[in-house]
Structure formats: structure tokens, C-alpha cells
């Protein structure tokens, strides 16, 4: 199962960073195919380690929102064959959401869901 970005995804990347997502198709993983709310954090402005995180998802600094997530890691290397530059940008500004462990959630107003 997949997406396709259709729409410039909310987030904290600037705009031009964020535009360079839509077109592509990103696959979503079995545990993750269906469209649910999640509760985010901020790529820049959000907690790095674990701990930090679970401590600001318990005291309400999360937000919530509704989308599908994809692996950040798989995400940003196929963003890397459509812009190079755009790729860059998330692994200067973002290389802890990229060791293939974190996910990037694409909310559902920028997506469509693809078999």
C-alpha cells in the first residue's frame, strides 16, 4: 500500500522543502496502511531522545493529527531521486528522524491513499 502526495504536507520544513514531496508515491508499512490520528511531535522543534518524548506526549506537548505515516528514512531516499536538494535539507536539519526507526506522518488533507 502507498500514498501520493498530492497537496503540501503541514510541517515544520519550510515551504519550498515541503512542496518537493508532492507527486510522489511513498509506501506505507503493514503495521501502518490505514489512515488514523496520531500524536506528533515537531521535526526542529520537537524532543530528540525517547525519554523526552514520552515525557512531552504525557504533559500534552504533542499535537495531534490525522494521516498516514511512512517510514522517515524510506521517505527522505526517495525524495532524493526527485530533488537532491530537498533530501539535503532534511538530512542537515533532521538526521534523527533518518536511522530508519521514526516516521514522517503525511496528514490526510495532503494525501491520497494508492493499492
Known amino acids: 500500500m502507498n500514498i501520493k502526495?498530492?497537496?503540501r504536507p503541514a510541517g515544520e520544513a519550510p515551504e519550498w522543502v515541503r512542496d518537493e514531496w508532492i507527486g510522489l508515491s511513498l509506501p506505507?508499512?503493514?503495521?501502518?496502511?490505514r489512515e488514523r490520528e496520531w500524536r506528533g511531535l515537531g521535526v526542529l522543534t520537537g524532543p530528540r531522545g525517547?525519554?523526552?518524548?514520552?515525557w512531552a506526549l504525557l504533559s500534552g506537548k504533542s499535537f495531534k493529527?490525522?494521516?498516514?505515516?511512512?517510514n522517515a528514512k524510506?521517505?527522505?531516499?526517495?525524495?532524493?531521486?526527485?530533488?537532491p536538494s530537498a533530501a539535503a535539507?532534511?538530512?542537515e536539519h533532521t538526521p534523527?528522524?533518518?536511522r530508519?526507526?521514526?516516521y514522517f506522518v503525511f496528514d490526510t488533507a495532503s494525501c491520497e491513499r494508492k493499492p
Not at 65 to 70: E, F, L, Q, R, S
Not at 74 to 83: G, K, M, P, Y
Open 50 to 54: 525517547w525519554i523526552l518524548q514520552l
Open 100 to 102: 530508519g526507526r521514526r
Open 28 to 33: 506505507l508499512t503493514s503495521k501502518r496502511e
Open 89 to 91: 535539507w532534511w538530512r
Open 74 to 83: 524510506t521517505a527522505v531516499d526517495q525524495l532524493a531521486d526527485r530533488s
Open 5 to 7: 502526495i498530492v497537496r
Open 65 to 70: 493529527v490525522k494521516g498516514y505515516a511512512v
Open 96 to 98: 534523527h528522524m533518518l
